[in-house]
């Protein structure tokens, strides 16, 4: 059974929900204006035989707003600070999207708390994600435009590949949108924005020394692939797995592939069979 409480964290409070009672621990980290439920067809996987956290960042959802701008920094010590709280001295940490580049800091700032990591469809040069094309601009404008379903409908059309929205329904995928998206309080989405624009991690990614996984997504328009195998470059040892057909939401997408990926490395981390950290 999931618990929803609070944590007292740093000069905030951060709304959590934690999964499975016995395991390795896996911290979850989300992306741009989302809330950590957004994980949830990923969680179904790795809460068995794992202990599990995601949450909202500061300004998002049941967390306190912020108070002024934010910062990659800021949001890693956000993260390292829940762990404090559950009473984690280690865990094995992934992100996805701006959640994947809040992890690249956890892991650079804080290395001693981290036992493996998983960057998914994310980035180490956050200003380099403004080099877009039009059609993606295009695509992009629709969900400021119409109704919230319009908006969210137009949002899925930006995250998710057609082949996904086909085979999920496109109805159903606006529903689970509607609980994950447009919850951040007055600012955050501004505040968000300019700490992905003030990312950059290229040149310390070397000094990354833990088993890293970077997982990309061939069809994905907002954080194309090449930024993924950027990272992927960078840290040494690191695996590479791509999903050629993906859009920016593979976790959705392609949510029991990229558990069962991230179980593993888990596992090769613990000295566990595979099959047992699944």
């Given at each position: 059974?999931?618990?929803?409480?609070?944590?007292?964290?740093?000069?905030?409070?951060?709304?959590?929900?934690?999964?499975?009672?016995?395991?390795?621990?896996?911290?979850?980290?989300?992306?741009?204006?989302?809330?950590?439920?957004?994980?949830?067809?990923?969680?179904?996987?790795?809460?068995?035989?794992?202990?599990?956290?995601?949450?909202?960042?500061?300004?998002?959802?049941?967390?306190?707003?912020?108070?002024?701008?934010?910062?990659?920094?800021?949001?890693?010590?956000?993260?390292?600070?829940?762990?404090?709280?559950?009473?984690?001295?280690?865990?094995?940490?992934?992100?996805?999207?701006?959640?994947?580049?809040?992890?690249?800091?956890?892991?650079?700032?804080?290395?001693?708390?981290?036992?493996?990591?998983?960057?998914?469809?994310?980035?180490?040069?956050?200003?380099?994600?403004?080099?877009?094309?039009?059609?993606?601009?295009?695509?992009y404008s629709g969900t400021f435009f119409g109704s919230r379903e319009r908006r969210l409908a137009a949002l899925a059309r930006l995250?998710?590949?057609?082949?996904?929205?086909?085979?999920?329904?496109?109805?159903?995928?606006?529903?689970?949108?509607?609980?994950a998206f447009g919850h951040d309080h007055p600012g955050t989405a501004r505040a968000q924005v300019a700490a992905v624009g003030g990312?950059?991690?290229?040149?310390?990614?070397?000094?990354?020394?833990?088993?890293?996984?970077?997982?990309?997504?061939?069809?994905?328009?907002?954080?194309?692939?090449?930024?993924?195998?950027?990272?992927?470059?960078?840290?040494?040892?690191?695996?590479?797995?791509?999903?050629?057909?993906?859009?920016?939401?593979?976790?959705?997408?392609?949510?029991?592939a990229v558990s069962a990926r991230i179980s593993s490395l888990v596992a090769s981390v613990e000295g566990q069979p595979a099959a047992?950290?699944?």
């Amino acid at each position: 059974e999931c618990r929803l409480p609070v944590a007292p964290v740093n000069d905030t409070e951060l709304h959590y929900e934690t999964a499975g009672d016995a395991g390795p621990p896996i911290l979850l980290v989300m992306g741009l204006r989302a809330r950590g439920l957004a994980w949830g067809p990923a969680v179904e996987h790795l809460a068995k035989g794992h202990r599990v956290v995601w949450f909202d960042h500061r300004g998002i959802g049941g967390s306190k707003p912020l108070q002024g701008p934010t910062s990659m920094a800021q949001m890693a010590g956000d993260a390292v600070g829940l762990m404090d709280h559950l009473g984690w001295d280690t865990a094995h940490v992934a992100g996805v999207s701006m959640g994947g580049m809040v992890s690249q800091h956890i892991v650079l700032d804080h290395p001693a708390r981290v036992r493996s990591a998983t960057f998914i469809a994310t980035t180490a040069h956050g200003r380099g994600l403004l080099q877009t094309n039009l059609s993606t601009l295009w695509r992009y404008s629709g969900t400021f435009f119409g109704s919230r379903e319009r908006r969210l409908a137009a949002l899925a059309r930006l995250l998710y590949s057609a082949g996904y929205l086909e085979r999920a329904g496109i109805e159903n995928v606006v529903k689970r949108l509607m609980d994950a998206f447009g919850h951040d309080h007055p600012g955050t989405a501004r505040a968000q924005v300019a700490a992905v624009g003030g990312h950059d991690t290229r040149a310390r990614l070397s000094e990354v020394r833990v088993p890293s996984l970077v997982i990309g997504a061939g069809a994905d328009c907002i954080v194309p692939e090449r930024h993924g195998r950027l990272v992927h470059g960078g840290i040494s040892g690191a695996e590479y797995l791509a999903f050629p057909e993906a859009a920016h939401g593979v976790l959705a997408e392609e949510s029991e592939a990229v558990s069962a990926r991230i179980s593993s490395l888990v596992a090769s981390v613990e000295g566990q069979p595979a099959a047992q950290a699944a």
